[in-house]
């Protein structure tokens, strides 16, 4: 079984190598248009109905890139959403927003979806004693992703703490 503290180093080394492969030296077009003091409010909006997976995720992401930004959160990771639903808002410098928006949208994208899928599957199975169990048949790179929203969505994942 994985430990928290090595679950957590699993989640570090996935946003560090996303920021540093998709950013690299600096998000040069909001270097470019937006000044340094700027400052701004976005907001995760829900296009589909679902499972919503990420929201941690995505606060550890914003808290690498800017301790400074502000999360709001309005929907909690595991929560039923539908379209037109605001999970949460992030405010503060509108630079640091921008250069971490792309992987916190893809991850939540991926994670929620998996989610989603995983909890039609435990629906469709209760009552009836069948276990769903998770594989290794994951994305390497962000295999502790997929696996952290299989648990969003209800299955009991053998090997991840139990505290995630």
């Known amino acids: 079984m994985i430990s928290k503290v090595q679950f957590q180093e699993e989640i570090s080394g996935i946003i560090r190598n996303a920021i540093r492969e998709d950013v690299g030296d600096g998000d040069h077009s909001s270097l470019a ?5 700027a400052t701004g409010k ?3 909006l829900v296009k589909d109905n679902g499972i919503l997976a ?12 800017d301790a ?8 909690k990771d595991g929560s039923r959403i539908k379209y037109g639903d605001i999970a949460f808002y992030v405010e503060g410098s509108s ?10 949208l893809n991850a939540m994208q991926r994670m929620s ?11 469709l199975l209760e009552g009836t004693g069948t276990k769903i169990l998770d594989t290794r048949k994951t994305t390497p790179g962000i295999r502790a992703l997929e696996k952290w929203a299989v648990k969003i969505g209800g299955v009991k994942i053998i090997g991840l703490p139990c505290t995630i």
């Open 68 to 75: 400074n930004l502000v999360l709001d959160v309005h929907i």
């Open 113 to 123: 979806a998996i989610a989603t899928k995983t909890h039609h599957f435990v629906e």
């Open 33 to 37: 248009c937006i000044p340094a003091s």
């Open 42 to 44: 976005a907001k995760l």
């Open 95 to 104: 630079q640091s927003i921008l250069k971490a928006e792309r992987l916190v």
């Open 54 to 65: 990420g929201v941690d995720f995505a606060r550890q992401v914003f808290e690498y890139v």
